[in-house]
C-alpha cells in the first residue's frame, strides 16, 4: 500500500499564518506569538484559490451563507494581524466566485466599535460572506471578553445572520457570569466549575495534549494500537491549507499531506517516501514503534489522553531529531507544542 487516495476537498481553511497573539492551551495548531511570522504570499494564496475554486461547496442555505462545514475560511493564527492581507486574499475569493467565505477571528483587535466596524465593513464589501469568532476559556486567558461581545454584536450589524459564536456555551457561560477582561484559566474554573468544560467539543489534540491532560484519564500507548487514521486523514471536508502550502487533513497540525500549491498532485499521495504518514494510516502501533526502534522514543509512564496524544508526541519526538521526514511539516509546529 504505497499510495493514499484523497478525495478532492469541498471545504476548509485557508491558514494565512501561524502567528498568533494568543498561545492557547487548546490550540491543534501549535500557534502562537512566539511562531515565525510567515505569511502566505499573495501568489501562493492565489494559486491555491484558483484550484479551490470549483471544488468548495456553498452552505446549504446557498453561497451567500456560511457554515463551519461549507465554503471557505480564512483562518490563522489569527488572521487580523494582518489586514491588508486578509483583505487582498477577501477580493481574490470574490474574483473566483467561492461561495461561503468567512474568517475565523479571536476578536483581539475589536478595541472599539469603529475599529471594529469599519475593518468587518470593509471586509464585507470586499466580498467576504461572514465571521466566525471563537470564544472559550483558554482564548479568555488572552483577549478581553468584551471584544469578543463585540464581535458578536458588530458583525451581526455587518453581517446579518452570518455571524457563527465558537463556541456558543462559552458565549452564554460568560454573559451569565459577567465576565469583563481577560481571566486566567485557573481562576476561571474558579467561577464557573469544571462541568462546562463536559458540554462542548473539545479535542484532545495539538497542545491541548500537554496544556490539559489534567482534564482527561489517560491510558497507556498499547490501547491505542489497532487505530488506523486513514478516515481522519482523508476526509474531504474542513481540510487546511497553510502559508508553506501544506495540504493539512481536518486538524492534523504539523502532518503534511504535501503541496497543495499543486492540488491535483495530490489525488493519489505517494506513501513510499513518507513513513510516518504510512505508519498513521495503517496502524497508530507502527508509528509507535518507528519512534521506539529508530528514535529511542519511550512510552509516556503518566499515559495518554487520546490517540492524538500518543500520535504527536511520537511526533514531536522524531522531529526533535530528524528532519528527514517531509510529512512532519512545519516543522516549526512541534517547537509550540509546550511539551516537557
Ligand atoms: S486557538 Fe486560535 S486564538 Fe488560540 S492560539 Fe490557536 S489560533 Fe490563536
Ligand atoms: S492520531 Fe494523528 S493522524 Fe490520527 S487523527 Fe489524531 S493527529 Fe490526526
Same mark, same amino acid.
Not at 84 to 107: C, H, Q, W, Y
Not at 245 to 262: E, F, K, Q, V
Given at each position: 500500500m504505497d499510495e493514499l487516495l484523497l478525495p478532492e476537498p469541498f471545504s476548509g481553511g485557508l491558514i494565512l499564518s501561524y502567528k498568533c497573539n494568543s498561545h492557547c492551551r487548546h490550540c491543534m495548531y501549535a500557534c502562537s506569538p512566539r511562531f515565525?511570522?510567515?505569511?502566505? #504570499?499573495?501568489?501562493?494564496a492565489e494559486r491555491i484559490l484558483v484550484q479551490l475554486a470549483d471544488k468548495v461547496r456553498e452552505s446549504p442555505l446557498g453561497p451567500d451563507k456560511i457554515g463551519v462545514n461549507y465554503g471557505l475560511h480564512f483562518t490563522g493564527g489569527e488572521?487580523?494581524?494582518?489586514?491588508?492581507?486578509?483583505?487582498?486574499?477577501?477580493?481574490?475569493?470574490?474574483?473566483?466566485?467561492?461561495? #461561503?467565505?468567512?474568517?475565523?477571528?479571536?476578536?483581539?483587535?475589536c478595541i472599539n466599535d469603529d475599529v471594529t466596524r469599519d475593518k468587518l465593513t470593509e471586509l464585507r464589501d470586499a466580498g467576504l460572506h461572514g465571521i466566525?469568532?471563537?470564544?472559550?476559556?483558554?482564548?479568555?486567558?488572552?483577549?478581553?471578553?468584551?471584544?469578543?461581545?463585540?464581535?458578536?454584536?458588530?458583525?451581526?450589524?455587518?453581517?446579518?445572520?452570518?455571524?457563527?459564536?465558537?463556541?456558543?456555551?462559552f458565549y452564554h457561560q460568560f454573559k451569565r457570569l459577567g465576565f469583563r477582561g481577560s481571566l486566567l484559566f485557573d481562576e476561571y474554573l474558579r467561577t464557573a466549575g469544571i462541568e462546562g468544560l463536559s458540554y462542548v467539543e473539545l479535542l484532545p489534540m495539538g497542545r491541548a495534549c500537554y496544556r490539559l491532560g489534567d482534564l482527561y484519564r489517560k491510558y497507556p500507548a498499547e490501547r491505542f494500537f489497532g487505530e488506523s487514521c486513514r478516515a481522519e486523514l482523508t476526509r474531504p471536508w474542513?481540510?487546511?491549507?497553510d502559508n508553506y502550502?501544506?495540504?493539512?487533513?481536518?486538524?492534523?497540525?504539523?502532518?503534511?499531506?504535501?503541496?497543495?500549491?499543486?492540488l491535483s498532485s495530490l489525488r493519489k499521495v505517494d506513501l513510499s517516501d513518507k513513513p510516518v504518514l504510512r505508519a498513521l494510516v495503517t496502524d497508530l502501533r507502527r508509528l509507535y514503534e518507528l519512534g521506539v526502534e529508530e528514535f529511542g522514543y519511550k512510552e509516556r509512564k503518566a499515559g495518554y489522553i487520546s490517540k492524538c496524544h500518543l500520535c504527536v508526541d511520537v511526533r514531536r519526538h522524531i522531529a526533535q531529531q530528524?528532519?528527514?521526514?517531509?510529512?512532519? #511539516?512545519p516543522r516549526e509546529f512541534y517547537l509550540h507544542l509546550d511539551g516537557e
Open positions: 515565525k511570522g510567515d505569511w502566505i #504570499s499573495e501568489r501562493d488572521p487580523f494581524l494582518n489586514f491588508d492581507l486578509l483583505l487582498k486574499v477577501t477580493e481574490m475569493a470574490r474574483g473566483l466566485r467561492i461561495p #461561503s467565505t468567512f474568517v475565523e477571528t479571536n476578536s483581539f483587535w466566525l469568532v471563537s470564544v472559550n476559556p483558554f482564548l479568555l486567558e488572552y483577549v478581553p471578553f468584551e471584544r469578543t461581545e463585540r464581535a458578536v454584536r458588530i458583525g451581526g450589524e455587518v453581517f446579518g445572520e452570518n455571524v457563527i459564536v465558537y463556541q456558543t456555551f474542513h481540510i487546511h491549507i502550502g501544506n495540504y493539512i487533513a481536518g486538524y492534523c497540525g504539523g502532518i503534511s499531506l504535501g503541496d497543495a500549491r499543486d530528524t528532519d528527514m521526514f517531509k510529512e512532519l #511539516s
